[in-house]
């Protein structure tokens, strides 16, 4: 191109879509991609776990069910199975849902936006209270107590803490 070549007195700017202070050149200082995400330490989301568990017990909305076996995969038979029951919107827990392991009732509730099935290690929050009913197995109990209160939790009193204190109290100073 003779236009960059010597000579000319032009300078050698280099490629002119890169530069900002060019016609269609680049952005000075633009955007830059980032997250504000914020987590919630470890022992806040197991006490909020807890709190979501013991409310769903108090307001009676915690049903205990053997298993989940389903004859089938029709998600028309499940739909009329669960009305009948009573469960207009509900989140199943049970460790057969994991995502290796497709059962037929996670398979037969998919399509059901009503209904969520969740492994114990997925059960959340916002699941548990955002749907009516919350129904386990007692594999899934077993489970979730232990992920519930792996850590100790906010507020968390040891038993023999009041003892050592009380015992402190009533040794006599040396």
């Known amino acids: ?4 070549m010597g000579g000319s007195g032009r300078a050698r700017r280099g ?4 530069a900002p202070h060019m016609r269609k050149g680049g952005v000075a ?7 504000f995400a914020t987590e919630l330490p470890k022992a ?13 017990y108090a307001a009676d909305a915690l049903y205990v069910l053997k298993d989940l076996e389903l004859g089938s995969f029709k998600t028309k038979t499940l739909a009329t199975r669960l009305t009948a029951l009573g469960l207009d919107s509900a989140v199943f827990v049970d460790p ?7 059962n037929m009732f996670w398979i037969a509730a998919r399509n059901l936006h009503q209904y969520r099935c969740l492994p114990p290690i997925g ?7 955002h749907r009516s009913k919350l129904v386990l197995t007692p594999a899934a109990i077993v489970e ?11 507020g968390y009193a040891r038993p023999d803490l009041e003892a050592e204190q009380s015992a402190a109290a ?4 040396q």
């Open 123 to 129: 059960a959340n929050v916002y699941d548990i209270i």
């Open 29 to 35: 200082f633009g955007k830059q991609p980032r997250s």
């Open 96 to 102: 057969s849902f994991n995502v290796r392991d497709r």
């Open 44 to 56: 806040v989301r197991q006490f909020g776990l807890r709190v979501a568990l013991s409310n769903k």
């Open 15 to 18: 490629p002119l879509h890169k």
């Open 1 to 4: 191109n003779a236009e960059y």
């Open 170 to 173: 009533d040794a006599p100073a």
């Open 144 to 154: 979730l107590e232990a992920r519930a209160l792996r850590a100790r939790p906010l």
